[in-house]
């Protein structure tokens, strides 16, 4: 009865305070939480954790949901708004993650066929040729060259009809739901294809990496690369090159609904390379692109239109290619936050599981799995695999719950493998918490994913204490001014985990 009266009021200050601007929550409901909670923890870690949330003056009018748990135990050992749906921003991948373990398995890989419908007279192919992507979100140039040299070896040299991409493993729903279309040509915004392809190691699928570097002189043009090199973008170079005492301000821009790429602004002279990750309009196209331009440095000949379409079901395959592991994906996924790679692994859940490569198929099987895992789906609200959306709800306890189920599977090494650390600087190990939290006793023992939206960052992992403590804790900042200032205040909070 206690506990739900508690929860009770706890759920009301929350629901005037979201409606009252510039309200800060004083100690009266820090007194309430040390009280409920230190029966159970550590008062000491309560009242530390109360100063920090109640009287930081950058959580003014915002609302913080953080749950801390034993990892040994799964106890709550400090509440503070848990149970609230906040928005999660990129601790949303988190859940994902999970999902997709559970789901395809660690050891899952993506498949990309070369198909046709036709027959080999000599050197020649007679019939079309089929590109059939089924997801990978890694494809690079070197796998289409791979597959064209597959096809050398099998004395093809002359193709007789058609290049035709098929992406019908998923449906042609290319951004999700929430997505704002400021973000659309962005790398985190980038369209999700089942062919798709990537410009490098980071795997940003359905990106090409713009370069702008200085002239060979003051008022020369700027020097631009495009990776990988691609006629399937267009550059409309307006950059100039100016004094080294100038200032750097360069744009990359695609316009909307096409490939044509603008560059302006001004670059000095000696000044460093600017680059910038643009997505591209319609991927599958940029895929067959890449795989024909590969063909023709092959040798290989076609003589028939580059178009898309679905390939019969009674093609022949004469390729495959098989991506890496979904453990090794997780790495860069994770780590770095990549926006695609979880909007992928909702649709391929959801075409694995329930024939339907979309994001309300997989989202389903995502709940499924997440309830598995004791998770209360039915206290979340989920409208997509990054976070990028503004709608998706998900309490912070809820998130806790899920890191500590997560312990319990045979996937967990990899899952936590794939979480950025607190101030490694190796990119592939720190992630994007490689500059952060650098110095001892936080450097190495904070191991979580970020999460940032305009007004939101959250922060959610484990921890170990110097007293050896395992602990796992999750941080939900909302309507915050500047996101920046509340990542300061994560960092702060896992101090005072750290030190315990």
Same mark, same amino acid.
Request: hydrophobic share 40%; proline share 3%; aromatic share 6%.
């Given at each position: 009865?206690?506990?739900?009266i508690?929860?009770?009021?706890?759920?009301?200050l929350?629901?005037?305070?979201?409606?009252?601007?510039?309200?800060?929550?004083k100690?009266?409901?820090?007194?309430?939480? /040390?009280?409920?909670?230190?029966?159970?923890?550590?008062?000491?870690? =309560?009242?530390?954790?109360?100063?920090?949330?109640?009287?930081?003056?950058?959580?003014?009018?915002?609302?913080? &949901?953080?749950?801390?748990?034993?990892?040994?135990?799964?106890?709550?050992?400090?509440?503070?708004?848990?149970?609230?749906?906040?928005?999660?921003?990129?601790?949303?991948?988190?859940?994902? /993650?999970?999902?997709?373990?559970?789901?395809? @398995?660690?050891?899952?890989r993506?498949?990309?066929?070369?198909?046709?419908? %036709? *027959?080999?007279?000599?050197?020649?192919?007679?019939?079309?040729?089929?590109?059939?992507?089924? &997801?990978?979100?890694?494809?690079?140039?070197?796998?289409?060259?791979?597959?064209?040299?597959?096809?050398?070896?099998?004395?093809?040299?002359?193709i007789?009809?058609?290049?035709? @991409?098929?992406?019908?493993?998923?449906?042609?729903?290319?951004?999700?739901?929430?997505l704002?279309?400021?973000?659309?040509?962005?790398?985190?915004?980038?369209? $999700?294809?089942?062919?798709?392809a990537?410009?490098d190691?980071?795997?940003?699928?359905? =990106?090409?990496?713009?370069?702008?570097?200085?002239?060979?002189?003051? %008022?020369?043009?700027?020097? =631009?690369?495009? #990776?990988?090199? *691609?006629?399937y973008?267009?550059?409309?170079?307006?950059?100039?090159?100016?004094?080294?005492? !100038? +200032?750097?301000?360069?744009?990359?821009? +695609?316009?909307? %609904?096409?490939?044509?790429?603008?560059? +302006?602004?001004?670059?000095?002279?000696?000044?460093? =390379?600017?680059?910038?990750?643009? /997505?591209?309009?319609?991927?599958?196209?940029?895929?067959?692109?890449?795989?024909?331009?590969?063909?023709?440095?092959?040798?290989?000949?076609?003589?028939?239109?580059?178009?898309? &379409?679905?390939?019969?079901?009674?093609? #022949?395959?004469?390729?495959?290619h098989?991506?890496?592991?979904?453990?090794?994906?997780?790495?860069?996924?994770?780590?770095?936050?990549?926006?695609?790679?979880?909007?992928?692994?909702?649709?391929?859940? &959801?075409?694995?599981?329930? %024939?339907?490569?979309?994001?309300?198929? @997989?989202?389903? $099987?995502?709940?499924?799995?997440?309830?598995?895992?004791? $998770?209360?789906?039915?206290?979340?609200?989920?409208?997509?695999?990054?976070?990028?959306?503004?709608?998706?709800?998900?309490?912070?306890?809820?998130?806790?719950?899920?890191?500590?189920?997560?312990?319990?599977?045979?996937?967990?090494?990899?899952?936590?493998?794939?979480?950025?650390?607190?101030?490694?600087?190796?990119?592939?190990?720190?992630?994007?918490?490689?500059?952060r939290?650098?110095?001892?006793?936080?450097?190495?023992?904070?191991?979580?994913?970020?999460?940032?939206?305009?007004?939101?960052?959250?922060?959610?992992?484990?921890?170990?204490?110097?007293?050896?403590?395992?602990?796992?804790? !999750?941080?939900?900042?909302?309507?915050? *001014?500047?996101?920046?200032?509340?990542?300061?205040?994560?960092?702060?909070?896992?101090?005072?985990?750290?030190?315990?």
């Amino acid at each position: 009865m206690k506990k739900t009266i508690y929860h009770i009021f706890n759920f009301l200050l929350v629901s005037i305070i979201a409606f009252i601007p510039n309200v800060h929550v004083k100690a009266p409901l820090a007194h309430v939480q /040390a009280h409920a909670i230190a029966k159970n923890g550590d008062l000491d870690l =309560t009242n530390l954790l109360n100063q920090l949330l109640n009287h930081d003056p950058n959580l003014r009018g915002a609302i913080a &949901g953080v749950s801390i748990r034993s990892a040994a135990t799964g106890k709550i050992l400090y509440d503070h708004f848990g149970d609230i749906r906040l928005r999660p921003a990129s601790n949303m991948k988190l859940l994902t /993650a999970a999902a997709a373990l559970s789901t395809l @398995g660690e050891n899952y890989r993506f498949t990309t066929e070369v198909l046709t419908n %036709g *027959t080999k007279h000599g050197n020649t192919l007679q019939g079309n040729i089929f590109l059939k992507g089924k &997801g990978d979100p890694t494809l690079l140039k070197k796998d289409f060259d791979a597959m064209a040299a597959e096809l050398w070896n099998k004395g093809i040299r002359k193709i007789q009809g058609n290049l035709i @991409g098929d992406d019908t493993w998923y449906d042609n729903v290319r951004l999700s739901t929430d997505l704002m279309w400021s973000d659309e040509t962005s790398y985190y915004g980038a369209q $999700v294809s089942a062919l798709t392809a990537s410009p490098d190691n980071d795997y940003d699928a359905g =990106t090409v990496i713009v370069e702008v570097k200085p002239g060979s002189e003051i %008022g020369a043009k700027a020097g =631009t690369v495009v #990776t990988p090199k *691609t006629s399937y973008v267009k550059i409309v170079n307006q950059a100039v090159t100016v004094s080294p005492d !100038s +200032r750097k301000e360069i744009t990359v821009e +695609r316009n909307h %609904g096409s490939n044509t790429i603008t560059i +302006r602004g001004t670059i000095p002279m000696r000044a460093s =390379t600017v680059k910038e990750w643009i /997505a591209v309009w319609e991927p599958t196209r940029y895929a067959l692109n890449l795989f024909q331009q590969s063909l023709s440095e092959h040798g290989i000949h076609i003589t028939g239109k580059v178009k898309t &379409g679905a390939a019969p079901d009674n093609s #022949t395959k004469l390729v495959s290619h098989m991506s890496i592991s979904l453990k090794q994906l997780l790495i860069p996924f994770m780590k770095l936050s990549n926006n695609g790679h979880a909007e992928t692994l909702v649709k391929e859940m &959801g075409r694995v599981v329930k %024939g339907e490569g979309s994001w309300d198929k @997989g989202i389903e $099987v995502m709940k499924e799995q997440l309830s598995k895992l004791g $998770v209360a789906t039915d206290t979340l609200v989920i409208r997509d695999g990054s976070g990028i959306s503004h709608i998706d709800l998900i309490p912070a306890n809820e998130i806790s719950a899920l890191l500590y189920a997560a312990q319990k599977q045979k996937w967990y090494p990899s899952y936590l493998k794939s979480l950025p650390v607190a101030g490694e600087k190796d990119k592939i190990v720190g992630g994007s918490l490689r500059y952060r939290m650098k110095t001892a006793p936080l450097q190495g023992n904070v191991k979580a994913k970020t999460g940032t939206l305009s007004t939101i960052t959250s922060l959610s992992g484990y921890v170990k204490s110097e007293s050896g403590e395992h602990l796992i804790f !999750s941080i939900l900042l909302n309507n915050l *001014t500047d996101e920046s200032k509340g990542k300061k205040i994560e960092d702060k909070l896992c101090s005072i985990l750290v030190n315990q």
